[in-house]
């Protein structure tokens, strides 16, 4: 968005344009909190469904008689549909509805939730997995394209994507605390029953609460785009989640890994010769989507990849329980709450691109901090005070991404930026794991491959603030020698 500069006029803040010593905006109506609620209610159910069967998986395994091997399809196939269909049902949410869209997204993910309840063998299961996917991968783009529709560029959207971040950060960490309370108390099966209920609550409030809303003109749908750009997805997701657990030697994983990137380079050249591409190359080439998204990428695969390799050494070296596990976690949402409510009034002061560059290097800091971990009991402070506040940093990131990134897009084509910014997620939390992670289960000392891991951890998360900072600031110095500035 561009923003003028001239010297001869108030400050702004370089997000949205707003003087910084302009009056607090209006609160929120009543109705506004509700949309807020429902919106944010469903990708806290997302989230949710992203951790909550993790530390259920033996006792699921043992009861349906899947093998260990065959236990990974429990998060894959949930994986590839939510990663691989979002671009194009972002794209098709703008053409033909994003209620609609929203709505029966939200009935599908409830109907599977409820099937992966009743699952009476691994066939039942992974279906019910795979439709979630399905279901999540309509509900997240739709929902935030329709909060950013609903909710005007400026201090009114920073405070709802603010709240939306801060949801779906709690929505994971709480599923991690709240799968192992339930699988202990009343089994593996009551952590899909929980995602039964929320859809059941949040389904029924949105006829009333949100309005339809489209592109006002409906360009057809970029079919080869379509089929390309989800085919290439679904390749680069099945390969990175089957790496994790079987490493890169496989000859499925090779096979996918490279049609996945040959399927997504025919998907630039098809957007390019397009009349209505599914994806604007021109979008692509603006400095705050490619950045805001580079940004994005790395803070989502980098902190997926520590809260996964903690997880083993506090409960493999530590010999810390699975719930007390979760608890230290559970001090990590806490603080994202925390960080969730500052975000708004940081990004406000700031800005945007500032708020991004200072999380990831928050971030970075913190994380490389914990290569001061060892065997000693006294460590599992150390692992606390430092996962939560780089998860405190991690959230500034999250929510700075998404506003860098939709700033300045239009209306009817905040679908496709949502879209990026789901996807950028959906493929972070996805890739870090394998890339990294595998670096510490494959090593003969748990422990030295936990440091290994930390250290390449931070080191990426520091660089990518150093590149993300120079590339938006080029954008600023280019706005400036026109007399406008970017964001």
Known sequence: MAIDTDSTTRPTTPVTGTPLDTPRPPRLSTRDKLVLFVLCA??????????????????????????????????????????????????????????????????????????????????????????????????????????TTTFPEGPARDRALGIAGTVMSLGYTVGMVAGGMLTDALGWRSTMALLTVSALIVLPLTPALLPESRTPDRPRLDLPGAITVTAGLLSLIYALSTAADHGFARADVVITLVAGVLLLAVFTVVESRTAAPLVSLPMLRRRTVAWGNVGGLVTFSMMS?????????????????????????????????????????????????RTLVGSLTGQGALIAALLLLNSH???????????????????????????????????????????????????????????????????????????????????????????????LRQGRSSGRRTGRSRV
Do not use: C
């Open 42 to 147: 469903a990708q806290f159910m997302v989230a949710l469904d992203f951790s909550v069967l993790n530390v259920a998986l033996p006792e699921l395994g043992a009861d349906l008689g899947m093998s260990r091997s065959a236990l990974q399809w429990a998060v894959t196939a949930f994986a590839l549909p939510s990663g691989g269909f979002l671009l194009l049902f972002g794209r098709i949410g703008d053409l033909y509805g994003r209620r609609k869209l929203f709505l029966t997204g939200l009935a599908l993910f409830g109907a599977a939730s409820l099937l992966a309840t009743l699952a009476w063998d691994p066939a039942s299961f992974l279906a019910g997995r795979a439709l979630q996917g399905l279901g999540a991968a309509a509900i997240v783009p739709t929902a935030m394209s329709l909060l």
């Open 305 to 353: 990849t520590v809260i996964f390799v903690l997880t083993l050494y506090l409960q493999e070296i530590l010999r810390l329980s699975a719930f007390e596990t979760g608890l230290v976690f559970g001090v990590q949402g806490v603080l994202s709450a925390v960080a969730g409510s500052l975000a708004a009034k940081v990004i406000g002061r700031f800005g945007a691109r």
């Open 377 to 471: 009991g006294w460590s599992v402070w150390l692992a606390t005070a430092a996962v939560s506040l780089a998860s405190m940093f991690h959230l500034g990131a999250i929510i700075s991404y998404g506003l860098t990134v939709t700033s300045g897009v239009p209306d009817e084509e905040q679908g496709l930026a949502t879209g990026l910014v789901t996807s950028t997620q959906q493929v972070g939390i996805t890739v870090g794991i394998p890339l990294l992670g595998v670096l510490a289960t494959t090593s003969h000392d748990l422990l030295s491959g936990v440091h290994t891991v930390v250290a390449l951890d931070a080191a990426i998360v520091l660089a990518a603030a150093v590149l993300v900072g120079l590339g």
